[in-house]
């Protein structure tokens, strides 16, 4: 309940005077809330206390909770629905009782905790200080809608202490506020009496009345004395604005450009209670108002209650005193003291016409259950609408003509026509309908529903009954008229949140929040304003806000995973499942699916969860060297918990390596000529060609020249020139290949060499080498064609390609001419002259020439998808990016954009070979066009892909 100022000072009394007493009953009792007992025959809940996230507030007597916006609104514009809720006896470093508000941030991780300066500095929350000492903000907030027209949902307060309504802008930033200065942050509007009329009493949405585009507010004043009559009650209808200058609605020149209409109360004591926004309830296309006083009197039947639905437009001041044709009245009932329009909310399209209906609150008496009306709305309906408890069939029902009931009957010559249905409370004194508000349809049948406090709900644990623990009643909407009751509530009904404490009084306050995870599906906000919270370290009157989340609950799949595996070697595997909220609890129920590069792991497609939330895959990396990343999906529980997927896990299977030096060519080279050896590479078990480099050494010493010869086709040649006749020794070692190949050294390859044999001088060759294309990327190779002659003879021999003093290839000339292939990751990027070097022969002596080549930026693709299921705004989009050519591409960074500006990014690896995964921020509802690029680096080109994302 949003308390009166009539209450205000019962209230102050019970958490300032009565504080040792309550600290006795309620901290020993505080443990976790129960959902529904069937003690009554009410209906049992589904869900569990993994549901609910709870809040406490800022210290003793804060008594967080007080007020609920009851309606939804995005005040930071991300997408998600906000928590907007009042702390009423906060009190600053300076400002004993200032009261405070704080807007709770919506997100698919949404975090409970003490709403002190550690939950603040986390950015989830927000607080707006109460102006002054003693100013007990807080009694009424409501989200506003679009007050500024800047696109964002803006909420406001009203305070019947300092006569005020603070009207706050929302923003893409919002940031913590001082009702003392807003700035350029809102504006305040005041009425001119600073004495009794408790201005600010109520503070509530309409909607644009005006079609200007701008939503405007509603604000009360409980006491104020208007048209000459004593404490009747004011309504003001006052337009939305952009700018940020105070309204005072005394002066004259401000009332008229600011103000559209005023509702003023019937007669002496009306004091206009409660008022709230409900859309179109008579289908004119304009949004109405709904308002109510609990303690008029219905014929004779005192403090009965009344409510009022006012048709929107600009039609001109009310007077309820001669409503006409302005609107409506709906009649508490004629037994009296129910207190009909003690709350007062939207409810939404309930029986599907088309038109808003509305929710009523009578908490009535201790000596009944109270109860709730729900009336439906009716095109060009004029007729007064009457309420009857005690019906099953017409409880909420009007008569043709507009004639008076008698008896509760409509009189001869009028038939009643149903207009809604009324619910019973479940046991007297539970003080049903103390609160309502529609909280959308949180079951899915395509209804929306509500929240109801029993504020005075005794539960029972075990055998024990707390006293006044309080209860929230979730109502599912229904489209027939038949009146319902909560005693025996079936679970196709609804469900009941029980209070954890005697005395917790749940639900002073239950509000509309929307969908605050981002799930897709609204959920439940209600408040024990004076229980001592948290539940381990009670503090006094500190107050609880909580929200009851509801459809499948959005998790968090992390993976844990080994980044190495030896090849045909078993590796494991490990998924931990929690909820995104409140830290993560750990999910019991429910299957993982491991993945490797993106396809089933046979073995492990449906691995269930342990009582830990975890599962475990035993598998089979690979049986050769390889490099792929590892991913696990939770594949959720219908109705319970949402799909999720890891982080990708780069895991490299390790393989070793076998090099061997082959014979010599030519087998019997003499001492002074040259001669080439060729080293080859594999994996010990097959199934790739290894790349990389391999150094030759003869007799333990290093041939400078070949110390880094690339592999081709996993083999290496290096040319040799032994000058003295004997044995050399000949070693190739294979330098490994990244993660996934070791590297290896050859047995000893013995290489006789026999003295050289003199004879006739040997000719000059002539060398001519070309290139076939002179630039090529990187990653690709340059074709070398070289023919040699000498004495006009082809010849034969070896040729030798290399860059400086480091040899990149070789071959043997067959028929003086030889093809050779250099690739060209072996050069820098840019220009390069190749030597070509014949080594001559017996019969011919050696030679040289050039080759101009140029190595180019290698072009690269990116291929990108956004891999996440049922994409709602709640839920972090997780974009899978595949740089090509994905083995080549080791570095550089991939980077998503979202309208200019880069919201991820991540640096390639070797062990990644082109490949990631990014996690997003959550975006808001709508399409998005992102762009994921890869950077590139000093070898391969920048590129870029754009993806369409549409977010539900």
């Known amino acids: 309940m949003r308390p009166s100022a009539s209450s205000r000072l019962v209230l102050r009394a019970v958490a300032l005077i009565a504080a040792p007493i309550l600290a006795l009953s309620l901290a020993p009792a505080a443990q976790a809330a129960p959902l529904a007992a069937a003690d009554d025959g009410g209906a049992s809940a589904s869900a569990a206390d993994h549901r609910r996230v709870d809040w406490s507030g800022d210290g003793q007597n804060a008594a967080l909770g007080t007020s609920i916006s009851s309606e939804v609104c995005d005040v930071n514009g991300d997408g998600v629905d906000d928590i907007v809720v009042s702390s009423w006896l906060w009190s600053g470093a300076e400002r004993a009782s200032a009261g405070a508000l ?133 309504v003001w209808v006052i337009a939305g604005k952009a700018d940020t200058a105070d309204i005072d609605l005394a002066d004259p020149e401000q009332a008229e450009a600011n103000l559209l209409f005023t509702i003023d109360g019937a007669i002496n004591l009306d004091r206009l209670t409660e008022v709230s926004n ?130 509760n009957a409509c009189p001869e010559g009028s038939e009643a026509v149903p207009r809604g249905y009324w619910i019973n409370g479940a046991n007297n004194g539970d003080l049903t309908g103390a609160d309502v508000a529609g909280v959308g349809d949180v079951n899915g049948d395509g209804l929306p529903d509500f929240a109801v406090s029993a504020k005075g709900y005794d539960a029972i644990v075990g055998e024990t009954a707390l006293n006044n623990s309080g209860a929230v009643w979730v109502v599912y909407g229904k489209p027939d008229t038949a009146l319902q009751n909560l005693a025996g509530l079936a679970d196709d009904q609804g469900f009941r949140i029980d209070g954890a404490a005697a005395g917790d009084a749940i639900a002073t306050s239950v509000g509309a929040v929307g969908d605050v995870d981002g799930n897709g599906v609204d959920d439940v906000a209600y408040s024990a304003n004076f229980a001592a919270r948290p539940v381990d370290a009670p503090v006094l009157n500190a107050g609880e806000l909580s929200v009851h989340l509801l459809g499948e609950l959005v998790t968090e799949t992390r993976l844990s995973a080994p980044q190495r595996a030896d090849a045909g070697a078993t590796a494991t595997a490990t998924a931990e499942v929690v909820t995104a909220v409140s830290g993560g609890r750990q999910v019991g129920a429910g299957a993982v699916r491991f993945l490797r590069d993106g396809e089933t792991i046979p073995e492990c497609a449906a691995v269930e969860l342990d009582a830990q939330g975890a599962a475990e895959c035993d598998f089979v990396p690979a049986s050769r060297a390889d490099a792929s990343e590892l991913s696990a999906r939770y594949l959720g529980v219908a109705g319970e918990f949402a799909e999720s997927a890891s982080e990708t896990a780069s895991l490299s299977v390790h393989d070793t390596s076998v090099t061997a030096v082959g014979q010599p060519w030519p087998a019997a080279p003499s001492a002074g000529e040259p001669f080439v050896v060729s080293a080859a590479v594999s994996a010990a078990n097959g199934g790739r060609t290894p790349e990389g480099t391999v150094a030759f050494a003869v007799d333990g010493a290093v041939v400078a020249e070949c110390a880094s010869v690339p592999l081709q086709s996993g083999s290496a040649a290096c040319p040799l020139t032994v000058d003295e006749p004997g044995t050399a020794n000949v070693v190739a070692s294979f330098a490994g290949e990244g993660e996934t190949l070791s590297g290896s050294v050859s047995s000893v390859r013995a290489i006789t060499v026999r003295e050289r044999e003199t004879g006739a001088e040997r000719a000059l060759p002539s060398v001519a080498a070309v290139a076939a294309s002179a630039v090529r990327p990187h990653g690709s190779d340059f074709v070398i064609r070289t023919a040699v002659r000498a004495g006009g003879a082809p010849e034969t021999g070896i040729v030798r390609i290399s860059s400086g003093a480091r040899v990149l290839a070789s071959g043997v000339l067959q028929r003086g001419a030889v093809t050779i292939r250099v690739p060209a990751s072996g050069l820098e990027i840019g220009a390069s002259k190749l030597t070509v070097s014949y080594l001559g022969s017996e019969t011919a002596a050696p030679g040289d020439d050039a080759v101009s080549v140029r190595v180019t930026k290698a072009a690269t693709k990116v291929s990108a998808k956004q891999t996440t299921k049922r994409l709602t705004s709640g839920k972090r989009p997780r974009v899978s990016v595949a740089v090509s050519p994905r083995k080549l591409v080791t570095a550089g960074t991939v980077s998503v954009r979202i309208k200019g500006k880069t919201v991820k990014s991540a640096r390639l690896s070797p062990s990644r070979q082109g490949r990631a995964t990014l996690s997003l921020p959550k975006l808001k509802k709508g399409k998005h066009v992102l762009t994921v690029r890869y950077s590139g680096d000093a070898r391969f080109s920048t590129s870029y892909q754009r993806i369409a994302v549409r977010v539900r």
């Open 102 to 234: 704080y807007v709770v941030f919506g997100a698919s991780e949404l975090q409970g905790g003490n709403l002190g300066s550690d939950y603040l500095s986390t950015g989830r929350a927000v607080r707006v200080d109460g102006p002054a000492a003693d100013a007990e903000i807080g009694f009424s907030i409501n989200c506003l809608g679009d007050v500024n027209g800047d696109g964002i949902d803006d909420f406001g307060v009203g305070s019947d202490v300092t006569q005020r309504a603070y009207v706050i802008f929302g923003a893409e930033d919002f940031g913590p506020a001082d009702l003392a200065d807003l700035g350029e942050r809102g504006y305040v509007v005041s009425s001119g009496d600073e004495a009794s009329g408790h201005f600010g009493h109520r503070i509530a949405a309409i909607g644009d009345v005006n079609g200007d585009g701008k939503a405007e507010i509603v604000v009360s004043a409980l006491d104020a004395s208007t048209l000459g009559r004593t404490r009747n009650g004011r």
């Open 278 to 407: 409900i859309g179109d309830f008579n289908g004119d296309g304009v949004p109405d108002l709904l308002i109510s006083s609990q303690w008029q009197r219905v014929g004779t039947a005192a403090n009965a209650g009344r409510a009022f639905v006012i048709w929107g437009g600009t039609g001109g001041n009310v007077d309820l005193a001669s409503l006409g044709d302005r609107g409506i009245s709906i009649e508490g009932p004629t037994r009296g003291a129910d207190r009909f329009g003690i709350a007062v909310s939207s409810a939404g399209d309930v029986n599907g016409d088309g038109l808003a209906d509305l929710l009523i609150g009578a908490q009535s008496s201790s000596s009944r259950p109270g109860g709730v009306a729900v009336v439906f709305g009716k095109k060009d309906e004029s007729a007064k609408i009457h309420t009857n408890p005690l019906s099953t069939e017409l409880s909420v029902f009007s008569c043709t003509e507009d004639a008076a009931p008698v008896a």
